[in-house]
């Protein structure tokens, strides 16, 4: 497995989980570490976004929320999110790209927020 997501589960509104995706080095030096969800019956959508050269961006929706940070050591990235709404419910994707452009995708982590 190259891409291992991680932390899900039920909590309540207003409640935090934090999200791990432990990436293989085997996929190489990253460019573009994503955070995604998908909430039923919709599309995937981009929550994070953080670049080799040290940005971040958030989506207006999880801004002030949720932050994303790193363990290089353990080659792995974390989703802490607080403060969580109902409508945060849904399956939360990790995605790498490389520097040879190849993108590789976890296998997902289901988020259930209830009111």
């Known amino acids: 497995v190259q891409l291992q997501a991680s932390g899900g589960g039920l909590v309540q509104a207003g409640g935090s989980l934090r999200l791990s995706c432990t990436i293989s080095r085997t996929i190489g030096r990253i460019n573009f570490m994503d955070w995604y969800r998908q909430a039923p019956g919709e599309q995937r959508e981009l929550v994070v976004r953080s670049t080799s050269g040290g940005s971040t961006s958030y989506s207006d929706a999880v801004k002030g929320r949720f932050t994303v940070s790193r363990d290089n050591a353990e080659n792995t990235v974390y989703l802490q999110m607080n403060s969580l709404k109902p409508e945060d419910t849904g399956i939360y994707y990790c995605?790498?790209?490389?520097?040879?452009?190849?993108?590789?995708w976890g296998q997902g982590t289901q988020v259930t927020v209830s009111s």
């Open positions: 995605k790498v790209i490389n520097t040879r452009n190849l993108a590789y």
